[in-house]
């Protein structure tokens, strides 16, 4: 079951037997959600994004729409997974015994995060949206202080996800705050909120270099040269792309990791270098998988999460980041096992 | 994993799969956009058309919107700037006002080395599930950009400049056929930027991916700029539906809008600008009735307790971790 293992009556295994079945599914859930997220991006995100710079004719142009299409199947294939997985995971972060007495508070913020999302795609009024947006601000803040509790984040960790919950709660001002203005009928532009928005994107690239410190450089030696190799690659594409006439370096950022490239933009590189290099540490370490699938969600998520989905799929990276949900068989009464660390 | 584990992550997945599919075919999307909205509501008083600084704009709800330089397609160029959008509508006409600094007033270009500043709002031609490509749409999802010109408005306000005046030392005996159409050939096969006698300072354009802008056959949007104590508004205004041909406009419905600026001292033309993402524009039926606001200082203090408040439940739960090991 999900929580500590320790020797307990076999009554109280019976009863937690359907947690224990989905807490087994959440590993190909999440390796299933990770390879939808990742087609979206390549097929909706990029790839469509890219191909306005391919002249159109009748070869070209149905493949430009068969990606569009497969792309979309793509989005709405994670985006009900997401939806799935999240659901699951908050269940257990609320039957936890670790975030027992945050336990109340996280089920209230799920259920105010997930009757906005139905509201949002029913009504689409400012008002779904503020308690969508209010609830995953919350729950972002809330799973952020009970990662603090379980006594397993060490302070690179937690200040890694401090810097991005942070980030987060920049663009979510952003947002929330012309939503509030607008049911509170302001005319009038939110304080701060184009300088909330410019910090964030800031935030986010220091929280890149502080993912680095946490995970990455702790496993510096898993890199190897494949995974060295495999990074510069991408940098150099990025940044030969930036410096060629037909540029899919502002394409990208600003549809799939949505910043604004404000800031110098080798910043933006560097940031982008130290990332990357974290996930394929974390990858090529077994006990650190559910620490890359994380990094992976928050990375697709984008800083500006500009639909439901994006929101998700940060909220789940986040939980995943923070160590509360632990993964382990399900003991017999007799024979308690160690915790395997997610 | 067991087999019943088995079993049922196969059938989350499959159940989740199928869903997808039916929202794929019904071209619905399973997520809500979550951007900034442009509220468009109803304005009772009259918007002149003269006057993008009258006191009817204060009643709208105003969003600022970053833009960012284009980089995506040569020439490449523009800056990080910040534009005000609002929208009014009178049930008959969408009316959007741009705002946005610029410490020059640039309106001449009768000289190779001078360009205007200039603004532009961009519409999705249809609805649809997909937001078009912001640089300039694409061939599955054009767009309406609807621009204004600060030359443009300079040949209304205070008339053409032609040739002398814009160089009042050049000498000239005399131009044969001087009302001849012939010898202005741009002017005489309609050339746009050609036209002395024009009658609105916005263009109404169309275009299915960059490099594709077309200035469309009619010219039905109408606007003004003035430029006052370093910035410029411009005024864009259009009827709500005029065909299917062009972005059609519905009270309580929501479309796409993105802004687009021009510098002309920074010699910024063409697709040197500066551009945003697609917004939701938000068309309501509700009054404009202005006001209301939180001070700086009140979102300071609530940002700060926020924090404090997260960073001491913080620090006291992991103190309480670690003792407890």
């Known amino acids: 079951m999900i929580g500590t293992a320790v020797s307990r009556p076999a009554a109280a295994s019976r009863r937690l ?234 394409i990208l950022a600003l549809w799939t990791t949505g910043v604004s490239l404000f800031l110098p933009f080798p910043i933006y590189l560097l940031a982008l270098a130290l990332f990357l290099l974290t996930l394929v540490a974390c990858f090529r370490d077994r006990n650190a998988s559910w620490i890359a699938a994380g990094l992976l969600l928050v990375l697709l998520a984008g800083y500006m999460a500009e639909s439901t989905y994006q929101h998700l799929l940060f909220l789940l990276g986040i939980v995943l980041l923070s160590g509360i949900v632990k993964e382990e068989d399900t003991p017999p009464a007799s024979q308690p096992q160690e915790p395997r660390t997610l | 994993m067991q087999s019943t584990n088995r079993w049922t992550v196969t059938a989350i997945v499959f159940a989740a799969f199928a869903v997808a599919i039916v929202l794929t075919l019904g071209d619905m999307r399973l997520a809500s956009s979550q951007t900034v909205t442009l509220v468009a509501k109803q304005t009772e008083a009259t918007v002149p058309l003269d006057d993008p600084f009258d006191g009817v704009w204060d009643s709208a709800n105003p969003i600022e919107a970053p833009l960012s330089g284009q980089l995506i397609v040569q020439p490449k160029g523009g800056v990080d700037r910040t534009v005000t959008a609002r929208a009014l509508h009178d049930n008959d006409r969408l009316y ?92 005489s096969v309609g050339n746009a930027y050609a036209a002395t006698d024009r009658t609105t300072p ?14 469309a056959d009619d010219q039905i949007v109408d606007g003004s700029g003035e430029w006052r104590d370093g910035s410029w508004r411009a005024l864009f205004a259009r009827d709500l539906d005029v065909g299917e041909e062009y972005s059609r406009f519905t009270v309580n419905e929501s479309t796409n809008i993105a802004f687009a600026v021009w510098d002309g001292a920074e010699n910024e033309r063409n697709g040197t600008k500066s551009v945003s993402q697609f917004l939701t524009l938000s068309l309501s039926d509700e009054i404009a009735k202005g006001g209301g606001g939180i001070e700086t200082w009140q979102i300071a203090l609530i940002a700060i307790a926020v924090a404090a408040v997260t960073g001491v439940l913080a620090l006291r739960g992991w103190q309480r971790s670690k003792q407890q090991q």
């Open chain 2, 96 to 187: 959007v006002l741009l705002e946005w600094q610029d410490d020059t007033e640039d309106v001449l270009v009768s000289h190779q080395t001078e360009f205007t500043d200039a603004a532009a709002v961009q519409f999705p031609v249809s609805e649809g599930e997909s937001v078009p490509s912001f640089c300039m749409g694409d061939p599955t999802a054009p767009v309406n950009v609807w621009q204004w010109k600060g030359a443009w408005q300079s040949d209304i306000d205070q008339g053409f400049v032609g040739i002398q005046d814009a160089n009042p030392n050049i000498a000239v005996d005399t131009y044969p056929f001087e009302d001849e159409e012939v010898f202005y050939p741009a002017r």
């Open chain 2, 202 to 215: 916005v263009d109404n354009l169309l275009a299915g991916s960059f490099g594709t802008l077309t200035q």
């Open chain 1, 17 to 250: 037997a359907p947690l224990d079945s989905l807490a087994a599914g959440l590993r190909p859930l999440t390796i299933t959600l990770i390879a939808a997220v990742l087609a979206e991006t390549l097929l909706l995100r990029i790839v469509v994004r890219v191909g306005v710079h391919v002249p159109k004719h009748s070869v070209l142009t149905g493949l430009f729409e068969t990606a569009s299409t497969l792309g979309s199947l793509a989005f709405n294939f994670a985006s009900v997974l997401a939806l799935v997985l999240l659901t699951l995971v908050l269940t257990f972060v609320i039957a936890n015994k670790r975030s027992r007495a945050f336990s109340p508070l996280i089920a209230l913020l799920s259920a105010g995060l997930f009757l906005g999302l139905f509201l949002t795609l029913v009504t689409d009024t400012p008002e779904a949206d503020a308690l969508f947006g209010v609830s995953a601000a919350l729950l972002a803040i809330t799973i952020l202080i009970v990662a603090t509790r379980t006594g397993d984040l060490t302070p690179a960790v937690a200040v890694a996800l401090g810097l991005m919950v942070a980030a987060y709660l920049s663009y979510e001002y952003y947002t929330l705050s012309y939503v509030f203005y607008r049911i509170l009928d302001y005319a009038a532009i939110p304080p701060l909120s184009l300088d909330a928005l410019r910090f964030g994107e800031a935030m986010a690239m220091v929280a890149a270099g502080a993912v680095f410190f946490a995970w990455g450089l702790p496993r510096w030696g898993l890199i190897g040269r494949a995974g060295g190799a495999v990074v510069a690659v991408t940098i150099l594409a990025l940044t030969a792309a930036g410096l060629s006439p037909v540029s899919t370096m502002a």
